[in-house]
């Protein structure tokens, strides 16, 4: 690394690699953000239902905006990004458990995506439809779950981050997200890469700060509370050098999170903070389903058993589980 991109961001480390989140500040520019890669831990969660490749770059987006957002949360709980749409793909559901577990699940109906495919509709957008993205806060026992839903109109999910943020939250908001299928010298077959960077405007003076949950409504500034913003000359630089990345610089390997941020704002000055790990992880038990299936009536049950046991396969990681119906007071004769 040289002295003048060691100087310029801070680094007293080695750079991130694969699976971070790393937050930064742009001080001169009123901005801040983070920056996520990923990569082996993506490439698990896409290949384990070994979806097409449309529907696991659709899914890889949802899991990289789950994770920009998400892990700005400083609880113990979860944050679940889910979309429920007309289109071919009409369910994602993204569970990030905090601080960095993260856990994703596609459902899509076979013949409307070789449909879409034949008209050369495969484009997220188009693949997603229309309907709604809701984001959940949950922490845990004890406390109210909170949820914020804003429209999909067969915009991608960078459009629509944008408009939660500035309709929901007062915070001029900028999203690019990118997910590709990539094969590396000495790779058996292509592994699945994705990246992500979330820029805000958060001005000292505006009224906002970092938030930490979306839609707590601390952070609306009474300038703007009709959703009017006069983008002011900082954020109107940040956004136009956001929008100059492009998708192979987000899912390059060779490319840290703090060498693009370098990029795109070493003439402003960068400050990156310390990185956070993100790892595929399924918090589903043999003790959580069987609580679950308790809650089932005998009739239900009875329904549920299948040469003589109960199997339950977990939709996130597909880990089957099996069961005594004894156990629920049935006796099979």
């Not at 922490?139 to 915009?155: F, M, N, P, W």
């Amino acid at each position: 690394m040289s002295d003048d991109f060691m100087k310029a961001v801070g680094l007293d480390r080695p750079e991130s690699g694969d699976d971070t989140v790393l937050p930064f500040a742009v001080e001169t520019l009123d901005v801040r953000g983070r920056s996520v890669r990923l990569g082996p831990a993506l490439d698990v969660i896409l290949r384990r239902h070994n979806y097409p490749a449309p529907v696991a770059r659709v899914l890889g987006e949802a899991i990289v905006l789950a994770s920009l957002i998400g892990s700005s949360l400083k609880f113990e709980g979860r944050f679940i990004l889910q979309t429920q749409t007309d289109g071919p793909v009409n369910l994602i559901v993204v569970d990030l458990q905090t601080p960095n577990g993260i856990r994703g699940y596609a459902r899509f109906d076979e013949e409307a995506l070789s449909k879409a495919a034949e008209k050369g509709e495969l484009a997220p957008e188009q693949l997603l439809g229309k309907g709604t993205m809701a984001m959940t806060i949950d922490q845990g026992e004890h406390t109210s779950r909170y949820q914020g839903i804003v429209a999909l109109d067969g915009s991608g999910l960078e459009a629509v981050a944008h408009n939660y943020f500035q309709q929901s939250e007062q915070i001029p908001t900028m999203v690019r997200l990118a997910v590709a299928e990539m094969q590396n010298k000495g790779d058996v077959q292509p592994k699945w890469r994705a990246g992500g960077v979330l820029v805000q405007h958060l001005p000292e003076h505006g009224g906002r700060t970092m938030p930490d949950l979306p839609g707590d409504g601390d952070h609306q500034n009474p300038e703007t509370a009709d959703g009017d913003f006069e983008e002011e000359n900082g954020w109107v630089e940040a956004k136009a050098l956001t929008e100059t990345i492009d998708d192979l610089e987000l899912v390059e390997p060779d490319l840290s999170s703090e060498r693009l941020l370098f990029r795109l704002f070493h003439e402003q000055g960068v400050r990156v903070f310390e990185p956070m790990d993100m790892v595929e992880k399924c918090g589903c038990d043999a003790d959580k389903i069987e609580l679950m299936l308790g809650q089932f009536s005998q009739e239900d049950i009875q329904s549920m058993i299948k040469d003589g046991e109960i199997e339950v396969t977990c939709e996130f990681c597909s880990t089957q589980y099996f069961f005594n119906p004894n156990m629920f007071g049935i006796n099979e004769e």
